[in-house]
Structures are given as structure tokens and as C-alpha cells.
């Protein structure tokens, strides 16, 4: 079954995270940006059911920025049908690692929990991890 990804986010969030992508791992046909409320006739309803049915029959992953907002809301309306995985809290080793994977996957799920698992590890406060980087190699 041929995979999509969907990259939703308030303003131009999701383009630009799209952009940085393209910068580091090349252009993907198969990912889709919306850039939601950048006008004031903006319907967040109209263009989640139009993205939907645009890609019905596909595995689509969808990921938003924000848990809980409008955006993701929107979108949970759907997570019932078959083969749409909703995740929230976009970020850029997140995308990276699906977009990596995700031709060589037999299970989105599994996937979706692995890159949630390894793009955790990369945010870091790194004043902390340096300081501790610097007291074991003195040990």
C-alpha cells in the first residue's frame, strides 16, 4: 500500500520544517505540508476532509504540532478509520527518522514507536550534558 505523509501545523510551521528537510535529506514527493491559518478565510475543517479523501486508500502518517490543538483535533476525527496514524509534537529528528524508514517498514506502528523513541534522545539541555560529559572523562 503506497504511505503518505501529512505535516500540519499552526502558520508556516509545517513548511518550514519541510524546507530544513529538504535541505538536509532531499525532496520527497510523498509528504504533504498545510500551513493552517494563514488567512482569515482559512477553513481548518474543508482542508483536513479534503487532505483525507485525497489520500483514501493510502497509509497515511500524519504528524502536527501541537497535542491538543486545534489542529490535532482536527485530525483526530479520523484516527478511526484504517491505516491513518496520528502523531503529535512534530519535530525535525522526528520527521527524519519516519521519512528514513518508511518505505522499509512492514508495520507503521511499529515505526511510528520506534522514531518517538529515538527523537526523544535528541533533545537535550546541553549545558547539562556537556557539564556531565566533562565529570566522567575527568573521573
Known amino acids: ?22 535541505l538536509i535529506y532531499g525532496t520527497h514527493h510523498s509528504i504533504t505540508a498545510l500551513d493552517c491559518y494563514m488567512s482569515e478565510s482559512f477553513d481548518l475543517t474543508k482542508s483536513v476532509k479534503q487532505l483525507i479523501e485525497e489520500h483514501k486508500g493510502k497509509e497515511l502518517i500524519i504528524l502536527t504540532d501541537l497535542f491538543g490543538g486545534s489542529v490535532n483535533n482536527e485530525f483526530l476525527q479520523y484516527i478511526d478509520q484504517p491505516n491513518i496514524y496520528l502523531i503529535a509534537g512534530l519535530n525535525l ?8 524508514q518508511v518505505e522499509m517498514v512492514d508495520s507503521i506502528t511499529e515505526l511510528i514507536q520506534r522514531a518517538l523513541r529515538e527523537s526523544k534522545e535528541t533533545i537535550q539541555f546541553c549545558n547539562e550534558s556537556i557539564k556531565t560529559k566533562i565529570e566522567e572523562e575527568e573521573f
Open 1 to 22: 500500500m503506497e504511505k503518505k505523509i501529512i505535516i500540519a501545523s499552526h502558520g508556516h510551521f509545517a513548511s518550514g520544517i519541510l524546507n530544513s528537510l529538504e
Open 93 to 100: 529528528p522526528l520527521l527524519i527518522e519516519i521519512v528514513a
